[in-house]
């Protein structure tokens, strides 16, 4: 795991308007990348029971997510989700489920004014590490986010 997150501002504007169109659920996506740096930020619907307060990628969408990853030639680099009117901080839950410990854990805190601060965790062996957030330039836009809601 790098000591930061290097993520193309674009990719970054997809994580903050998803968080933002969706303010009183948890919203979640997959980040993947080139070289080091996050280019792609893939929203996914969250099929948790309660997205109010938890988040589970859909099974369809994370295979399918997968499978674009892979065709672009980059790899899979963190997953995000938000925080509606919550914390920045990882809740016990989401370092009991980070599965995946060489990729970023991605949050997205929304306050009650809609502003959104985006925070990057290393999750491994029980234990989070803030890792800083890094915007890289430009380059061509993530993909736009399907019709469905996601």
């Known amino acids: 795991m790098p000591d930061a997150l290097k993520i193309r501002s674009d990719a970054l504007r997809v994580i ?6 969706f303010p009183d ?10 070289g080091g740096v ?7 619907l969250n099929a948790a029971e309660n997205p109010a307060t938890e988040y ?7 295979f399918a997510a997968m499978r674009a990853i892979r065709a672009t030639g980059a790899t899979l680099m ?7 009117k919550g914390s920045g901080e990882p809740s016990a839950r989401d370092i009991a489920e980070a599965y995946y410990p060489d990729v970023a854990y991605v949050i997205a805190a929304t306050d009650a004014a809609g502003a959104v601060k985006v925070r990057a965790f290393s999750i491994r062996d029980g234990a989070a590490r803030e890792i800083p957030v890094e915007a890289a330039a430009g380059g061509a ?7 469905r809601r996601p």
């Not at 659920?25 to 080139?34: P, Q, R």
């Not at 589970?56 to 994370?62: A, V």
């Not at 963190?78 to 509606?84: F, K, L, N, Q």
């Not at 836009?141 to 019709?147: A, V």
């Open 38 to 44: 996050v280019e792609l930020a893939l929203r996914t």
């Open 78 to 84: 963190g997953i995000y989700h938000s925080h509606p």
């Open 141 to 147: 836009p993530s993909p736009k986010p399907s019709k």
């Open 56 to 62: 589970q990628i859909d099974p369809k969408e994370l």
């Open 25 to 34: 659920e948890e919203v979640c996506g997959l980040l993947a990348g080139k």
């Open 16 to 21: 903050e308007k998803h968080a933002q169109q």
